[in-house]
């Protein structure tokens, strides 16, 4: 029995031939049938190629020659028409048997008993069907399945040089023609439209068959370097990368660019002919085909990072490295991505991007915040994503119900249009919120004030309206910048930002990097891969033993606040201890300044976050100290359910409100009151209005939240009557009923409230 490789190599030597020929197209195409059929030792090859909306008969040896250019096949008739339809190879004893088959007479194929056919595939379209036939009953072998499918690619090389056919008209996967919806779960609000643009773009095959095999393989060779090279930096970043990849992916991605086996079939499908691009692929569409035929979920998960890891070698092979960002946005686009980086999200044109996809994502994952601040409606966790949509597919991202549609039909595109403008015009009712004061029914005034990271959230505060910065988060300048941003840079940052608030406060919180929030130029010592970062050296952490980047933060804030006054609160302190050394090295340099003659600040606020548990045992230790203090919800309840903020599989698994969560809340809220001491919530929670009620009736009474939250949180606010939901709130907490959330939410709507 001949070997896959030699039988493939055999055909394409001959191919190399035709390809090179200066004959036509036609001409070409005959001879592949030829080639082909001999080397198979079929009866029959035949090359049927789309055009004008049918399967044409382009060139036959074997069928009657009459029959070319007069056979016509509509997509999903026949067996060729089938395969077309579906993509997918069709491979059988007995071809009448099959219940598709129709017959053509005039192509005298009656005394031909076996089939196999391949489709024809130009960017992911069927364009045309190479298939074989047989007098003698029998099935082919896979080696000879699988020869064909290396000519059908090397034909549509052929077709796409010649012409032959127009690559738009191409068939999609019958599957993934007409409009489907998928759920997944919403993780910023809104609605949005635009065509599908992939975060990391397919690679188009331009030449399939090697001129010079051992420079194939040398390309291969090189690109599994890098490719290796890539994956070791991006697991040495800890459990995130500044691409956002899970830790996990990771390390499946390590084990497959290192598996011998994945590079040994590549290397063999290069010596069969192919060049690196051609054989890589090759190598995919096989595994696909058996993946097919297994169902296991694990499994299929482990096959799609093998995809990923697939594509990720075809650009680095074919030097297409870029992500869909270099290349730019021409339209309105919706970001398709497994997971995003934050960073990788703020590469894109802001105009143009207005949606994101992501088949992973959570909440309180920074790329989601950071989607939340640009108004941008984010759906993560949808399975299976990537296969069902194709780069440039209509979409509608409908954000609030968690539903996105796949090449909608004009009537759904009519009724999204539809609750787009209501939606519009509830936005716009929000704007007229702006100069109205956040006051509940009952005349209670709570401050909300908006979280911000970057010069381009300023505009903000003037659009909401809000009473302030409630967090600024530092590290933002730090995470998209390509080096350490200078004292010079943080300076004019900050005094850009006091500038913007004029009157209205702004709290700074000091860089809190670390966790998924990776700098690839600030490694810490030990590039230790954390196995826990959002545990491990973070934040406050990072900063007390880095004493010169917070030493250097420490006198651009002050800087920047002379003759105003400054706020600054820390990240992550787990101890009073924390705090005190965080503030000491903040005295130190203002008492240098003092020395200087500088002009100080008019005052100095000293706040710090709540986000680990163990400090709410320690209030009354440390409220004294404190001026303010800022509940990050965020990491707090990742820490007290002891469940990853960032992990997909937990994204929805635990409420914020919860009873836990809630009666921790507000045993810290009442120490604060007591203590006369500010405390704001500044975590996602607190822009969702439901959740911002709940905090209300907990006796919060400062909300920092995420701009485009301050209208639906203002608009309930006013509606509420907060004696009877404190009153009700206090009965729930005593008696937690079952579903907290269900009880919350039948309450406002018994009372007339709308949420989105
Ligand atoms: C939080 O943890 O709730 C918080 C506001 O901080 P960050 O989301 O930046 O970690
Ligand atoms: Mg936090």
Redesign the pocket.
């Known amino acids: 029995m001949i070997s896959a490789v030699a039988a493939s190599r055999q055909i394409l030597t001959r191919l190399h031939e035709v390809m090179a020929s200066r004959s036509h197209a036609q001409a070409k195409l005959n001879t592949v049938a030829e080639v082909v059929g001999e080397s198979l030792h079929s009866e029959v090859c035949s090359i049927y190629l789309l055009r004008e909306g049918a399967l044409e008969l382009f060139a036959t040896r074997g069928l009657a020659q009459e029959a070319v250019h007069v056979t016509r096949l509509a997509v999903g008739e026949g067996l060729v028409g089938t395969i077309a339809a579906h993509i997918d190879t069709l491979n059988l004893a007995e071809a009448t048997a099959h219940p598709d088959f129709s017959y053509r007479p005039e192509t005298g194929e009656e005394k031909f008993h076996s089939f196999a056919g391949v489709p024809i595939v130009r960017r992911e379209r069927a364009v045309g069907v190479l298939c074989v036939q047989h007098a003698e009953p029998r099935r082919y072998e896979e080696v000879e399945i699988e020869a064909l499918q290396t000519v059908a690619m090397v034909l549509s090389e052929l077709i796409a040089n010649a012409d032959l056919v127009d690559e738009d008209e191409g068939l999609l996967n019958a599957a993934l023609t007409g409009p489907s919806q998928i759920k997944g779960q919403p993780l910023v609000k809104g609605l949005a439209s635009g065509v599908a643009v992939f975060h990391q773009p397919r690679v188009t095959i331009e030449h399939t068959v090697a001129e010079d095999v051992e420079a194939e393989r040398a390309r291969v060779y090189l690109a599994f370097d890098k490719m290796r090279e890539q994956i070791e930096r991006m697991a040495s970043q800890a459990e995130f990368g500044v691409g956002g990849e899970h830790e996990e992916v990771l390390a499946t991605y390590k084990m497959f660019a290192y598996d011998e086996g994945w590079s040994r079939r590549i290397n063999d499908a290069i010596s069969s002919g192919l060049t690196a691009e051609a054989a890589i692929e090759r190598v995919q569409q096989r595994t696909r085909m058996r993946m097919r035929q297994i169902d296991d979920p694990l499994l299929a998960d482990r096959m799609h990072d093998l995809e990923d890891l697939s594509n990720r070698l075809l650009r680095t092979v074919s030097g297409q490295l870029g992500t869909a960002a270099a290349k730019g946005l021409r339209q309105d686009a919706i970001l398709i991505a497994r997971n995003l980086g934050p960073a990788e999200l703020l590469e894109y044109d802001k105009r143009r991007l207005k949606g994101v996809v992501l088949e992973e994502g959570s909440l ?1 994952a ?1 790329v989601v ?1 950071v989607a939340r601040a640009m108004g941008i409606p984010v759906l993560g966790r949808l399975h299976g994503l990537r296969a069902a949509v194709r780069e440039g597919d209509v979409l509608l991202v409908d954000g609030n119900q968690g539903a996105l549609t796949v090449r909608p039909a004009p009537a759904m595109v009519e009724a999204f249009e539809a609750r787009f403008a209501k939606s519009r015009e509830r936005q716009a009712s929000y704007a007229g919120l702006r100069e109205v004061e956040p006051r509940t029914a009952d005349g209670t005034r709570i401050a909300l004030m908006i ?1 911000a990271g970057l010069r381009e959230d300023l505009p903000n505060l003037a659009l909401t309206g809000a009473d302030g910065i409630g ?1 600024f ?1 530092t590290e933002f300048q730090f995470l998209v910048s390509a080096t350490l941003p200078s004292r010079e840079r943080q300076t004019r940052l900050y005094r850009d930002v006091l500038e913007a608030a004029g009157d209205k406060p702004v709290v700074f ?1 000091t860089v ?1 990097i670390g ?1 998924d929030k990776v700098l690839p130029y600030l490694r810490h010592d030990e590039t230790v891969a954390e196995e826990n970062p959002a545990m491990g050296w973070r934040a406050l952490r990072v900063g007390l033993e880095r004493e010169g980047l917070m030493k250097v933060q420490a006198r651009a804030l002050l800087e920047a606040s002379a003759g105003r006054t400054l706020s600054v609160m820390f ?1 992550m302190v787990s101890e009073p201890w924390e705090f005190d050394a965080a503030r000491a090295l903040f005295d130190s340099q203002l008492a240098w300044l003092k020395s200087q003659k500088k002009l100080l600040p008019a005052e100095v606020r000293f706040g710090t ?1 709540l ?1 680990v548990p163990a400090l709410a045992e320690m209030l009354d230790v440390l409220l004294p100290r404190l001026q303010f203090l ?7 309840t990742q820490f007290l359910f002891a469940a990853d903020r960032a992990h997909p599989k937990l994204a929805e698994r635990y409420d914020w409100l919860s009873p836990a969560i809630l009666r921790f809340l507000k045993r810290v809220i009442d120490q604060c009151n007591a203590h006369g001491v500010d405390v704001t919530v ?3 929670m607190g822009g969702r209005p439901v959740e911002a009620l709940a905090l209300a009736a907990l006796g919060l009474r400062r909300l920092s939240i995420t701009p485009a939250a301050v209208g639906p949180v203002k608009a309930a606010i006013r509606q509420l009557n907060l004696p009877e939901l404190e009153q009700v709130m206090a009965g729930w907490l005593a008696n937690p009923p079952a579903d907290l959330r269900a009880e919350l939410l039948a309450w406002a709507e018994a009372r007339g409230f709308v949420f989105d």
């Open positions: 309180t920074h915040i979280n967090l988060r919180r809190d966790g990240p976050m986000e800022s509940i990050g919800t965020n990491d707090l500044c975590g996602e």
